[in-house]
């Protein structure tokens, strides 16, 4: 049974950080894609960064370029999301998935192909 579990999710003020955490256990974590999704009140649910736990390599929404980082640490099944400059509307619950397939991550647009979802951690940024 594959479960992912989400913590680190704060109230903050504006230009404060956070660290997410998401622990992954029931699967083969060493060539995942593990992403990070968001969603606030009457919004779509939208990727926020990627990892691929084989080579590291990231994908980021554009908005977030620059002031988050996504990483890994394979020996612990964790992907990390540190969060920095943190505005209004970075808030919203923050969902940590894993893709369904092996070796490559797909496009944020594609949830689809995130086969695996925690429960959410809730992140308010406040003015």
């Known amino acids: 049974q594959v479960v992912l579990v989400e913590s680190g999710g704060a109230s903050v003020q504006t230009g404060g950080s956070l660290r997410l955490s998401c622990v992954a256990s029931g699967f083969y974590f060493g060539n995942r894609c593990m992403g990070w999704f968001r969603q606030s009140p009457g919004k779509e649910r939208e990727g926020v960064a990627v990892i691929l736990t084989s080579d590291g390599s990231t994908d980021y929404l554009d908005s977030v370029k620059g002031r988050f980082t996504i990483s890994r640490e394979n020996v612990k099944n964790a992907v990390y999301l540190q969060m920095d400059s943190l505005k209004p509307e970075d808030s919203g619950m923050y969902y940590c998935?894993?893709?369904?397939?092996?070796?490559?991550?797909?496009?944020?647009?594609?949830?689809?192909?995130?086969?695996?979802w925690g429960q959410g951690t809730q992140v308010t940024v406040s003015s």
């Open positions: 998935a894993s893709s369904g397939g092996w070796g490559r991550c797909p496009p944020m647009s594609q949830q689809h192909d995130f086969a695996y």
